[in-house]
């Protein structure tokens, strides 16, 4: 095998080294994209640790399934959709339904997000980068896992509407309606507007 | 507005609200102000969220996040392949030769059996040792007669009862 550069050789050489058990190529690729893959599964999860955990997962699952990545979509992509099942599963084991079900209560009721008023300030521009993560981060924890996983699936996976639907077992209009809920939750967070649950 | 219409609105931000329908929305979000400012808070909540993973940073040195997954995957079993799976007639086939073979086997020998066996019909056979001694063989009717000369001849030749062994 030709000796590869690994900090400069660009994702498909290091994916078909790695596809090749070049393990060297294989940790490059983690150190590359490590980051991208935590930062999923702590949107999805809201816990450091888990997040950690099952960062660490999906990269030995990512090695024993290499061989089926045939460059579809970006390596990164398949890594956090890997990421994003795993969460799935952890969310579906731990059973947060007493927060589910209230969520669910406020939607089905037509929910007070559906009706208070829109947020006119931009928060990108009022907020520092700090801050706005941290309401964020705020936002997200105050979701359930369906509509945190509605969201991270849209927003960062860039998924469709039919694609999430699919990923969740669930209609297109429950996706829909879901993804409103949880942006209209989060711009109310950001605004600091205090809302009762 | 609607619950229907602040869908579609939501819809027509995503680029997922049927082309028919988009018209409807863009004069929408126009003319009623409720429906501008929710675009808007929309479209900027958005792009808040968006924003908000670029600084996360995975909060363990690259070595040691490496070791665990390196350690976890020396651990892993050698993936053994499994062997494509075999229709019914492929099965079916490769069972033929061996099975037509064995019933070649069983027919021979059927063969064999059947012209050892004796014939089931009546039979007469002199017994050599006696050439007086007569005997008589039905299989069909498992049946062995066997006339042995009395002393007197003339006694046999005019009491010919057989006696019978079955």
């Known amino acids: 095998m030709a000796e590869i550069n690994y900090s400069s050789a660009d994702d498909t050489v290091l994916v078909r080294a790695a596809q090749k058990e070049d393990m060297g190529a294989f940790e490059e690729l983690v150190a590359r994209h490590r980051d991208k893959v935590f930062a999923r599964a702590l949107s999805m999860m809201r816990h450091e640790q888990e997040a950690i955990d099952l960062s660490q997962e999906a990269w030995v699952k990512g090695w024993q399934r290499l061989k089926q990545f045939q460059g579809d979509s970006s390596f990164s992509t398949w890594m956090t959709r890997i990421v994003i099942n795993l969460c799935l599963d952890q969310l579906r084991k731990q059973k947060r339904r007493h927060m589910e079900s209230i969520e669910a209560m406020s939607e089905e009721s037509g929910g007070v997000e559906r009706q208070m ?14 801050e706005l ?17 509605v969201l991270v699936l849209h927003e960062f996976e860039e998924m469709d509407y039919k694609g999430i639907a699919k990923a969740m077992d669930c209609s297109i209009g429950t996706v829909m309606s879901r993804l409103f809920y949880a942006r209209r939750k989060l711009a109310a967070v950001l605004a600091d507007l205090k809302r009762e649950m | 507005m609607t619950e229907e219409q602040q869908l579609k609105l939501q819809a027509f931000l995503d680029g997922e609200l049927p082309e028919d329908e988009t018209r409807e929305i863009i004069s929408l979000i126009t003319r009623d102000e409720e429906a501008k400012a929710l675009h808007a808070e929309l479209k900027n909540t958005r792009r808040a969220i968006k924003s908000s993973e670029a600084n996360v940073r995975l909060p363990e040195p690259r070595e040691f996040f490496w070791s665990k997954i390196e350690r976890e995957i020396q651990k892993l079993e050698p993936v053994v392949e499994s062997k494509p799976s075999v229709s019914f007639f492929d099965q079916l086939r490769r069972l033929l030769v061996p099975m037509s073979a064995a019933a070649v086997v069983v027919i021979a020998g059927f063969i064999a059996y059947q012209q050892m066996l004796p014939v089931h019909s ?29 002393p007197a001849e003339n006694d046999l030749a005019q009491n010919s009862a057989p006696a019978t062994i079955q």
């Not at chain 2, 039905?138 to 006339?147: E, I, R």
């Open chain 1, 117 to 130: 008023p829109a947020v006119t300030v931009n928060p990108t521009e009022r907020l520092e980068r700090g």
């Open chain 2, 122 to 150: 009546t039979e007469t056979e002199m017994a050599m040792a006696d050439s007086s001694a007569f005997t008589y063989h039905d299989y069909s009717a498992g049946m062995t007669l066997v006339w042995l000369p009395f």
């Open chain 1, 133 to 149: 993560r941290q309401r964020i981060d705020r936002g997200l924890e105050r979701l359930s896992h369906e509509h945190r996983t």
